[in-house]
């Protein structure tokens, strides 16, 4: 089953707004990552946060966890053309604690 | 470095056809994970692999789905026989490290199989 679920499932912004995703899961984590996936590639690991981490920043790309409500957000400031892809946050889960992963939010950002 | 790679890119077969994904990991990693993808179900995970050996298969469909890593540089995974339904992207990824502790997972290309 789903770990981690992703809100909203499209956004659409334009080029130089900020673009905000949220994600939601279900148990108790030690660590959550995002990753992006252009369209027909594979998923390429952008940032990990720990659980002990309130924020964690990389670039443009801003993350928070909040334990308390089991939920992190992604924010991409300054956004660009380029940054048009599916994001997608992953925690682990199952008896062996693999990644699994949310169901996306695709970002389009107009130039 | 190579990445994680995985082939064929593209395979377009017909029911009731045996289907073999193949993968080779990133050289190093001991965990192997192959991901199904569809625009229904999302990113799926059908089996996760260390040091060879598979640890949780609970995510594989059905009996007509099965996946090997005869040795830490190579993996298949099976679809005998194919279903329409069975139409996706299929993802093998890598990372190091045993049970999961927050390592980064590689994916490959993908391969992208069309049942007709």
């Known amino acids: 089953s789903q770990q981690g679920e992703e809100d909203p499932q499209a956004l659409s912004i334009q080029e130089g707004e900020n673009a905000t995703m949220n994600c939601s899961y279900k148990t108790s984590i030690n660590n959550l990552q995002w990753y992006r996936q252009n369209s027909g590639r594979g998923l390429v690991h952008l940032i990990l946060?720990?659980?002990?981490?309130r924020e964690k920043h990389s670039g443009r790309l801003r993350v928070t966890l909040d334990t308390s409500k089991k939920s992190s957000s992604l924010l991409i400031t300054a956004s660009r053309a380029a940054d048009t892809a599916s994001y997608f946050c992953?925690?682990?889960?199952?008896?062996?604690?693999?990644?699994?992963f949310g169901s996306g939010t695709q970002l389009t950002v107009l130039p | 470095d190579a990445g994680v790679i995985q082939s064929p890119r593209h395979e377009v077969t017909e029911m009731g056809q045996e289907v073999t994904l193949r993968c080779k990991p990133i050289s190093g990693h001991n965990s192997l994970f192959w991901y199904r993808q569809t625009m229904m179900r999302g990113l799926e995970l059908l089996i996760y692999?260390?040091?060879?050996?598979?640890?949780?298969d609970s995510g594989m469909p059905e009996d007509r789905f099965s996946a090997k890593m005869p040795n830490a540089s190579f993996s298949t995974l099976k679809i005998q026989p194919s279903e329409p339904r069975d139409s996706a992207v299929y993802f093998c990824a890598s990372s190091l490290g045993g049970e999961y502790s927050g390592n980064t997972i590689y994916f490959g290309e993908g391969s992208w199989l069309t049942v007709v």
């Open positions: 692999f260390n040091n060879n050996v598979p640890i949780d």
């Open positions: 946060i720990r659980s002990n981490e």
């Open positions: 992953a925690a682990p889960s199952g008896s062996a604690r693999q990644l699994t």
